[in-house]
């Protein structure tokens, strides 16, 4: 089953083309990889799957499954897309719980254990002004994950971990793929690519070309 559908996708800003004509099949329970140079569209594609954005022509279709009746944001769909915006006065907790309640899907318990598994200390009274840049992505990749969503599009889910934060979080998203779950993630790291991915698209001459 597709989960998301890229058809003859254009899209440009004020005369640079990202995409023209680009075509992805994104199966349930496959985890892909996209791949592409500085500036060649990895997040716009991300944004345009999200209904965040729209391509100038071409579709993206979401599986009804995954249609939300109210928005053009899919459901089940756990996301990161650029940084998120929290509360600087807040804790990570706080921020996340403050997230949550928009669904009200999760207690403050599965919150916790989630901070845990990302890495992030769940009691912590640290606020999140004063979060390193490593500590941001972890309650990034925490809100994308938390509520178990079935798809998670991650863009740069590795920017600025250390080392062993990076093992951690590959092992996460290892038992998300063992579990079913549908994943697209950008790399600039090729060893997070092949390690994680079962399909590569390159962004090439403005198509998504499959190179696995
Ligand atoms: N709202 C916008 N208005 C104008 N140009 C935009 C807009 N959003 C994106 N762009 C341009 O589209 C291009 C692609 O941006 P995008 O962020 O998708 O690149 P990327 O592949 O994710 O890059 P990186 O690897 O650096 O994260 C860039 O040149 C960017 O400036």
Redesign the pocket.
Same mark, same amino acid.
């Given at each position: 089953m597709s989960v998301i559908q890229i058809e003859n996708v254009t899209k440009s800003?004020?005369g #640079?083309i /990202?995409f023209h004509e680009a075509y992805a099949v994104i199966e349930k329970g496959k985890t892909y990889g996209i791949v $592409?140079?500085? $500036? !060649? $569209? @990895? !997040?716009? /594609?991300f @944004?345009m799957i999200c209904g965040f =954005?729209k391509p100038d022509h071409g579709s993206v279709k979401i599986h009804p499954d995954y249609r939300n009746k109210h928005t053009d944001f899919p459901q089940k769909f756990g996301i990161i897309i650029d940084r998120p915006g929290y509360i600087a006065g807040k804790t990570g907790f706080e921020n996340l719980r403050k997230l949550a309640d928009i669904q009200n899907l999760i207690s403050d318990k599965d919150i916790k254990n989630t901070l845990e598994q990302v890495g992030l200390q769940p009691e912590s009274t640290q606020k999140v002004k004063h979060y390193s840049l490593g500590m941001k992505q972890k309650l990034a990749l925490a809100q994308a994950v938390m509520e178990n969503q079935e798809v998670l599009l991650l863009?740069?889910p590795f920017n600025g971990l250390d080392q062993d934060s990076v093992q951690n979080i590959r092992e996460m998203l290892l038992g998300f793929k063992k579990i079913g779950k549908t994943i697209v993630l #950008?790399s600039?790291n090729k060893e997070d690519i092949d390690l994680l991915c079962d399909h590569v698209f390159q =962004?090439n001459k403005y198509q998504l070309k499959q190179i696995l």
């Open positions: 800003y004020k #640079t /990202l $592409g140079p500085n $500036g !060649s $569209g @990895k !997040s716009v /594609l @944004k =954005i863009d740069e #950008t600039h =962004i």
